[in-house]
C-alpha cells in the first residue's frame, strides 16, 4: 500500500516570497492534515480536513497560509508572503474516519522542509 | 489548555541499560499514541493505547498508559543502537473535535 506522498522534498526562499507544498493522502482516508514542525518541537496542526471540508484550521494563520482540498483527495499549502519563522518541516498526515466518526491513527508522509532565508 | 509534556527531552544511554520516558497530559483523552521518528525522515507510528491499565509491547519497547494520572510511559529494555531516534507522545482530544497534539519529543542516543 502506497504511502503519504508529499512534494517538494526541500524547498529554499527568500522572505516575502511565497510557496506551495502538495500532498496526496493513502488512498480511502477521508481525513487529512497539515502540520508545522519547527526543529526541535513536536508537531503543529495547522488544518484538518475531511473529505473536501474544512474540520479545524484554528492554528492556521491566515493572513499568510491557505489550504485547499480539492475533490478530497489532494491537498496543496500556500505560504504567501513567508517569513523568516516559517522555517520549518511541513507533514502532512492521513487517516481513516470509524463508523462512530472519531478519526484512526494518523499516517504520515515524508514532509517539505522549508528554509527562508 | 491543551497540553502534553515529555520527560527527558534528551537522554543518553549505553546499550544494554534500561530507561523509561514519560508523557503527561492536561485533560480527558481516550487515545494515546507513541511516534517515532528518525532524523530526517518522518513519524512512524509505534503504539496506540486506548484504555485505562493498557499495556503494549514491541521488541525492546513496552509502552503502558495511566488516564486517571494522565500519564504515559515508554519503557527502553536493554537499549541497542538501532533505536536511537526521537520519541513522540501525541494525545488525542475527543472533546477538541479529536485533535492530535504533541509533546515536544525525547531524543533517545544509544551509545554503544
Known amino acids: 500500500e502506497a504511502g503519504v506522498a508529499q512534494s517538494p522534498r526541500y524547498k529554499i526562499i527568500e522572505k516575502r516570497q511565497s510557496v506551495a507544498f502538495w500532498c496526496n493522502p493513502i488512498?480511502?482516508?477521508?481525513?487529512l492534515y497539515w502540520y508545522q514542525q519547527i526543529l526541535g518541537q513536536g508537531p503543529k496542526l495547522l488544518i484538518q480536513?475531511?473529505?473536501?471540508?474544512?474540520?479545524?484550521d484554528s492554528q492556521l494563520p491566515k493572513d499568510r497560509f491557505s489550504a485547499e482540498r480539492l475533490k478530497g483527495v489532494d491537498s496543496t499549502l500556500k505560504i504567501q508572503p513567508a517569513k523568516l519563522e516559517d522555517s520549518a518541516v511541513y507533514l502532512c498526515?492521513?487517516?481513516?474516519?470509524?463508523?462512530?466518526?472519531?478519526?484512526?491513527?494518523?499516517?504520515f508522509g515524508p514532509g517539505t522542509r522549508l528554509t527562508v532565508l | 489548555e491543551l497540553k502534553v509534556e515529555q520527560n527527558p527531552l534528551f537522554l543518553s544511554m549505553q546499550e544494554g541499560k534500561n530507561y523509561t520516558i514519560y508523557c503527561n497530559y492536561s485533560?480527558?483523552?481516550?487515545?494515546l499514541y507513541w511516534y517515532r521518528q528518525d532524523p530526517g525522515k518522518s513519524l512512524e507510528s509505534l503504539f496506540v493505547?486506548?484504555?485505562?491499565?493498557a499495556v503494549k509491547q514491541e521488541g525492546r519497547l513496552m509502552a503502558s498508559l495511566d488516564t486517571k494520572a494522565r500519564l504515559s510511559t515508554l519503557h527502553i529494555t536493554a537499549a541497542v543502537h538501532d533505536l536511537s531516534a526521537t520519541y513522540f507522545c501525541?494525545?488525542?482530544?475527543?472533546?477538541?473535535?479529536?485533535?492530535?497534539?504533541f509533546g515536544a519529543g525525547t531524543i533517545l542516543r544509544v551509545k554503544s
Open positions: 498526515a492521513s487517516s481513516l474516519v470509524r463508523s462512530s466518526g472519531s478519526t484512526d491513527t494518523q499516517y
Open positions: 488512498s480511502g482516508h477521508a481525513t
Open positions: 480536513f475531511q473529505n473536501n471540508g474544512v474540520v479545524d
Open positions: 485533560t480527558t483523552s481516550d487515545r
Open positions: 493505547l486506548l484504555s485505562n491499565g
Open positions: 501525541a494525545v488525542v482530544y475527543m472533546e477538541y473535535g479529536n485533535k492530535l497534539v
